[in-house]
């Protein structure tokens, strides 16, 4: 008896299972022509993989990673841009925002103002879109799994401090640089107060994500064409899912 009631207990308190997928999309620079740097994608290439993602799939706000839906008729799909640069103000903002395509930015704070990245009153322009969230991406870049257990707070506690202090607004989200975190900073994550966190394990996100703090990203690079793009969020390439789930 004491059985049943432990796995009924169990039965009535198990997580719901996740609703599918959603593909959250990593770019960092949008430059004017296309140059070869792996990290960069030109502004015409950047505009024809939006308009064919539309054709498939939703573009949705983070918030709606944790949201869970049977709607299956359309893929999920989050745009995040990484650094704080300041393409991201010149050409990426004026064309998702005349759209109302929702995205976020993780800032590196401790460039802020530097030459070819955002400066504090970018940010306070970016942030006043309903649909742009702000989010940290650390003060120096640094790979947190290499730092002291202070050195890691100071990162994650003092960027979000900053960047509320220029916004007015709550910093809910973070992307760790180079994807790099360990056991330590899983806990001072959660304690700073962050709700969600990036990493960049190349594969789409459940619905609502397994992990809340290792939530995976598909990076687009130089290479990727509109093709490839609608592949990789509908999870053609998507090989740590298919091994997962089988
Ligand atoms: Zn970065």
Not at 35 to 61: E, G, H, R, W
Not at 148 to 172: A, D, H, N, P, Y
Not at 227 to 241: L, N
Request: hydrophobic share 40%.
């Amino acid at each position: 008896m004491k059985e049943l009631v432990k796995n009924l207990g169990s039965f009535v308190t198990r997580p719901k299972k996740p609703s599918g997928y959603a593909a959250v999309l990593c770019y960092h620079d949008i430059v004017e022509n296309q140059y070869l740097d792996y990290y960069t994608t030109s502004f015409q290439m950047f505009i024809q993989q939006i308009l064919a993602i539309q054709q498939s799939s939703c573009i949705v706000k983070i918030d709606e990673l944790f949201i869970h839906s049977y709607e299956k008729t359309k893929h999920k799909i989050v745009l995040t841009f990484d650094d704080g640069l300041i393409s991201v103000a010149e050409r990426v903002a004026p064309f998702l925002c005349a759209k109302n395509i929702p995205f976020t930015i993780f800032v590196q704070v401790g460039t802020l103002g530097y030459p070819g990245f955002l400066n504090p009153q970018h940010v306070i322009a970016l942030s006043s879109y309903p649909n742009v969230e702000i989010g940290s991406h650390c003060l120096t870049h640094r790979r947190l799994s290499t730092l002291s257990e202070k050195e890691i707070w100071s990162e994650l506690s003092r960027s979000k401090e900053i960047l509320e202090s220029i916004t007015g607004t709550k910093v809910r989200y973070l992307a760790y640089p180079y994807g790099d975190f360990d056991n330590r900073v899983l806990e001072i994550v959660a304690g700073v107060g962050y709700e969600a966190a990036f990493g960049t394990l190349e594969a789409r996100s459940l619905i609502p994500p397994k992990e809340l703090y290792n939530i995976n990203r598909l990076t687009i690079t130089a290479f990727d064409t509109p093709f490839s793009v609608i592949k990789k969020v509908t999870g053609r390439y998507d090989w740590v899912s298919f091994f997962n789930n089988r």
